[in-house]
């Protein structure tokens, strides 16, 4: 398996513009995880599906914050309009199941807002 | 609810032990361990179960005390592979709770030759 593939793995930006960042999960995993890593405040968690379905969005920062999962093999997490805060690594991460299963990131989008 | 790790730091000698703890304010379902290496993504360890049920590697040894809501990994006999930034991450019972993996703020792990 080609495991959770990210893309795309480094973007620069300037302030105000779209970022959208996309997400593979690996097959047959139904858990979708969006994950944001910055050095003050860790890895946070910005939202989880299961089969598709949004189950808790508490992390998403603010309304510039959107992410969908239109199938179950595809997912996407749009900034707009971005902000230099919002530079951070976003991590993307499935399992199998709802329950406490081994969870598999990719390897990351290095996202930089000028 | 993030959980809090303990200590922020460590810096080991090889072969020497090293032991990181997990807290968590709310009862616990579930207490994952990851490894981050700098610039890549985290990997999987062991995932400790409310109820004794334990999955991960051979070598990783951890414990989960559900009383006081703590976990703790041991890191035994280091070697430099060890080296990198340790979280946990729980889950707590109750609804869409089981699933949600929060992490604590990362113990970073240093060992010299």
């Known amino acids: 398996d080609a495991g959770v593939i990210q893309s795309p793995r480094h973007e620069v930006t300037e302030m105000g513009q779209e970022v959208t960042l996309r997400c593979k999960p690996i097959s047959g995993h139904n858990s979708l995880f969006w994950y944001r890593q910055t050095m003050m405040r860790g890895l946070e968690l910005l939202i989880y599906?299961?089969?598709?379905?949004?189950?808790?969005d508490s992390g998403m920062p603010e309304d510039r914050f959107s992410a969908k999962m239109p199938n179950a093999s595809f997912s996407t997490l749009k900034i707009q309009p971005s902000e230099p805060r919002d530079s951070a690594v976003y991590f993307c991460?499935?399992?199998?199941?709802?329950?406490?299963?081994?969870?598999?990131f990719g390897a990351g989008s290095r996202l930089t807002v000028l | 609810q993030q959980p809090v790790q303990s200590p922020q730091a460590v810096i080991l000698r090889e072969g020497e032990d090293a032991v990181i703890n997990c807290s968590s304010s709310k009862a616990l379902y579930s207490v994952h361990w990851y490894r981050q290496k700098h610039g890549e993504a985290p990997v999987f360890l062991m995932i400790l179960l409310k109820g004794g049920e334990q999955k991960g590697h051979e070598k990783i040894s951890a414990s989960f005390n559900e009383k006081k809501q703590q976990s703790s990994l041991y890191l035994t006999a280091s070697q430099l592979s060890y080296s990198g930034t340790y979280f946990c991450g729980t889950s707590h019972a109750g609804g869409t709770s089981y699933g949600k993996l929060t992490f604590g703020q990362g113990t970073i792990l240093t060992v010299h030759p």
């Open positions: 599906f299961n089969n598709n379905v949004p189950i808790d």
């Open positions: 991460a499935s399992k199998l199941g709802s329950g406490a299963n081994v969870l598999t």
